[in-house]
């Protein structure tokens, strides 16, 4: 879904472990984490989830953004945007958030222990691009069901 390269790159890894989750039924990817090689107690650099099950309400995600100063992604990479996670006042964690239309489904993309010469949230919005089209229907409508009743 996503090349070597590009996870290189944004975290500064070329060595590294990747840890999938799928779907109850192992039809669908539910998230993917990307650790050092071997694998520190520092936790993932780069995780990637799909949520179709309990995704955030639109009005709670636009109330994030703003209280996140979320940055919104490019115009062609349909509805989402990018922001740093901070505690105390340092940065710990950037991510991306990028949602079907309707609600329906979320992808996250989030990066920790970033390179210096990187810039977090715009990988972030590149590894959404890359996701959408394969998360996400190109009218931003999710490409696996819900589970839920429409």
Known sequence: MVSKQSIERATGLSDFTV?????????HLDSCYIYTNPRSGSGYRLRFEIDNTSPLPLKDIERIKASSDGVDLPADSGPGYTFTLMDSGAKYETAGWAWARDG???????????????????????????????????????????????
């Open 104 to 150: 329906s489904s979320m992808l996250t993309v989030t990066l920790a222990e970033t390179p210096s010469n990187r810039d977090p949230q715009r990988d972030a919005a590149e590894f959404i691009r890359q996701l959408r089209p394969i998360v996400l229907d190109t009218d931003g409508a999710s490409t696996r069901p819900s589970g839920r009743p429409k």
């Open 19 to 27: 840890q999938k989750y799928m779907s109850d039924d192992g039809k």
